[in-house]
């Protein structure tokens, strides 16, 4: 599978000529539907055993004693949620574009997270301008690297690494800056080892148990494929700010 580096030199590439750029293009759909098809084909039987498993527990409960039974369906909600992630990796880059404002997209998307932070002791800070401009984004795929930035900050401010007696806060910017959208994603919880920054957009690539390592990749694809662009920076036991930059005024491919 191509790293996250690939697909930038394969753009270059592209851009070079129409000739380059219509091969590329078939090669890189090839490669989707082969992902696609492969993924498909393993999750239905996944979802068939699955769906056994919990028709054995619901008639036989005594199974829940099995010291393994657990553990093996772990395993297999793992695995779905595998595939799951896979899927949305390999369709990142097609966009369904609608024109947003902004401003009440965010302050939707910040609420819905909000509610998820009420018995915790973050506390959650967000700053939205309110004259954001109307940008051409596929809500769908936008909500969900966001919400992916932001749930990884959550379990930043309560990972191994954060020091006792401190105040966890997570801060979520939203602002214009120089014919860009703004945003920002901060937290003040474990922090990325400096050796680990230059690899958190790489797919495979996770640092957290039961991470599927395809998060961040996602979130990175989907902002390329906006036109846009997102930048990490840490300091271990000290946070986390995630950038993500997105023009104004030059429409999504």
């Given at each position: 599978?191509?790293?996250?580096?690939?697909?930038?030199?394969?753009?270059?590439?592209?851009?070079?000529s129409?000739?380059k750029?219509?091969?590329?293009t078939?090669?890189?759909?090839?490669?989707?539907?082969?992902?696609?098809t492969?993924?498909?084909?393993?999750?239905n039987p996944?979802?068939?055993?699955?769906s056994?498993?919990?028709?054995i527990e619901?008639?036989?409960?005594?199974?829940?004693?099995?010291?393994?039974?657990?553990?093996?369906?772990?395993?297999?909600e793992?695995?779905?949620?595998l595939l799951?992630?896979?899927s949305?990796f390999?369709?990142?880059?097609?966009?369904?574009l609608?024109d947003?404002?902004?401003?009440s997209?965010?302050?939707?998307l910040?609420?819905?997270?909000?509610?998820?932070?009420?018995d915790t002791?973050?506390?959650?800070?967000s700053?939205?301008?309110?004259?954001?401009p109307?940008?051409?984004?596929?809500?769908?795929?936008f909500r969900?690297?966001?919400?992916?930035?932001?749930?990884?900050?959550?379990?930043?401010?309560?990972?191994?690494?954060?020091?006792?007696?401190?105040?966890?806060?997570?801060?979520?910017?939203a602002?214009?800056?120089?014919?860009?959208?703004?945003?920002?994603?901060?937290?003040?919880?474990?922090g990325?080892a400096p050796?680990?920054?230059?690899?958190v957009?790489?797919?495979?690539?996770?640092y957290k148990?039961?991470?599927?390592g395809?998060?961040?990749?996602i979130?990175?694809?989907?902002?390329?494929?906006?036109?846009g662009t997102?930048?990490v920076?840490?300091?271990?036991?000290?946070?986390?700010?995630?950038?993500?930059?997105?023009?104004?005024?030059?429409d999504?491919?």
């Open positions: 599978m191509f790293q996250a580096t690939d697909y930038g030199k394969l753009q270059q590439i592209m851009e070079e129409s000739e750029k219509e091969l590329l078939r090669l890189l759909e090839s490669q989707r539907m082969q992902i696609s492969i993924s498909h084909e393993i999750r996944l979802s068939l055993v699955y056994s498993l919990q028709l619901k008639e036989h409960p005594e199974v829940g004693d099995f010291r393994h039974w657990n553990e093996m369906r772990r395993d297999i793992y695995m779905t949620h799951e992630e896979l949305s390999n369709n990142s880059e097609k966009l369904h609608t947003t404002a902004m401003t997209f965010l302050r939707t910040v609420l819905s997270f909000a509610a998820s932070l009420i002791p973050i506390e959650f800070v700053r939205i301008d309110p004259e954001l109307v940008l051409s984004i596929d809500t769908v795929k969900q690297l966001l919400l992916n930035l932001l749930s990884n900050a959550r379990d930043a401010l309560s990972a191994p690494g954060t020091s006792s007696g401190y105040s966890p806060t997570l801060t979520f910017l602002e214009v800056r120089q014919s860009s959208l703004l945003l920002t994603v901060k937290d003040n919880g474990c990325i050796e680990n920054l230059s690899s957009f790489e797919p495979f690539t996770t148990q039961g991470g599927t395809l998060g961040l990749a979130a990175r694809r989907v902002v390329l494929a906006h036109q997102i930048q920076s840490s300091r271990l036991g000290e946070g986390t700010i995630f950038t993500v930059t997105l023009p104004i005024q030059k999504p491919a």
